[in-house]
C-alpha cells in the first residue's frame, strides 16, 4: 500500500476574476452538476466554493500524478466531480467522469479523501491518496 498527499492554496479573488472575465474557464475547470450547486449560492460565498473546488482538484492532481505518469493518463479539471455528500455530513467526495481514471481507481483500488477550507481571501485543499494494489 501506497499512500500519497497533495495540497493546494487560491486567492479567492483570483478565481472570482477567472470565473467573471474569463470565457469558458467554468466550463473547463467545473463540471455541470459543481456550476449547477455552486451557482445557487447567492452570496460572496460562491467564489469561496469556487476556488475551494479548483485548490480541490490542484491537489488530486498533486497527490496522483504518480501514476498518472506512469500511466500515461492526463487528468482534465473538469474530468473531476467534487460534491459534498450530505450522507457524510457534507464532506466532500471525489469522483471521476471519466472511463480511463475510473478503470485505474479499479485496477490500483484507489481511494481518495478530499478536505476543502476556505476564508474571504483563500481557499486551501488536501487530497490524500491511498492506492492498494494487489
Do not use: W
Not at 455530513?89 to 471525489?94: C, L
Not at 476543502?116 to 481571501?121: A, G, K, N, Q, V
Amino acid at each position: 500500500m501506497q499512500i500519497y498527499c497533495g495540497t493546494d492554496i487560491i486567492e479567492v479573488d483570483r478565481i472570482k476574476e477567472a470565473v467573471e472575465n474569463t470565457k469558458e474557464f467554468k466550463e473547463n475547470i467545473y463540471t455541470a452538476k459543481e456550476i449547477e450547486k455552486i451557482e445557487k449560492i447567492v452570496s460572496v460565498n460562491k467564489y469561496q466554493r469556487y476556488a475551494g473546488r479548483f485548490a480541490a482538484k490542484e491537489a488530486i492532481y498533486k497527490a496522483m500524478s504518480k501514476i498518472l505518469i506512469e500511466n500515461k493518463i492526463n487528468m482534465r479539471f473538469d474530468e473531476v466531480e467534487i460534491l459534498n455528500i450530505e450522507d457524510l455530513r457534507n464532506r466532500p467526495k471525489v469522483y471521476f467522469l471519466d472511463d480511463k481514471l475510473n478503470d485505474l481507481c479499479k485496477q490500483y483500488n484507489i481511494e481518495i479523501d478530499v478536505s476543502i477550507s476556505h476564508i474571504s481571501t483563500n481557499a486551501t485543499a488536501m487530497a490524500v491518496v491511498k492506492i492498494d494494489k494487489e
